[in-house]
């Protein structure tokens, strides 16, 4: 299974992007997916998650209101889309997916099995 992260880039603050986390030899709607991030000298971050099931989603609290998560199942890919962003947002984004994502707590890296490899995110002007 390999996830491909992309869509990252260099955006000014209060400008958008679209991350897309695309699969291959794997149905993503199977998994839980999750966004993580990290930036320099700073602890691994869960952004974002969307469960397997029903759809329903996590969202750190840095980012509520901001960032939205979706999944297209048919093309087996999952989006980030991040508005409203800010120089605190500059990181490495990385998707995630695991079978058994609890959205008891879903912001667990150790429940998710295949990581992308990241795309870079840098808000400044």
């Known amino acids: 299974v390999q996830l491909q992260a992309s869509g990252g880039g260099l955006v000014q603050p209060g400008g958008s992007l679209r991350l897309s986390c695309a699969a291959s030899a794997v149905t993503l709607e199977h998994y839980g997916i999750g966004w993580f991030r990290q930036a320099p000298g700073k602890e691994r971050e869960a952004v974002s998650c969307?469960?397997?099931?029903?759809?329903?989603?996590y969202y750190g609290d840095s980012v509520k209101g901001r960032f939205t998560i979706s999944r297209d199942n048919a093309k087996s890919t999952v989006y980030l889309q991040m508005n409203s962003l800010n120089p605190e947002d500059t990181a490495v984004y990385y998707c995630?997916?695991?079978?058994?994502?609890?959205?008891?707590?879903?912001?667990?890296?150790?429940?998710?099995?295949?990581w992308g490899q990241g795309t870079q995110v840098t808000v400044s002007s």
């Open positions: 995630a997916a695991g079978p058994a994502i609890s959205m008891v707590d879903p912001t667990v890296p150790d429940k998710y099995v295949f």
């Open positions: 969307i469960s397997k099931s029903d759809g329903s989603t």
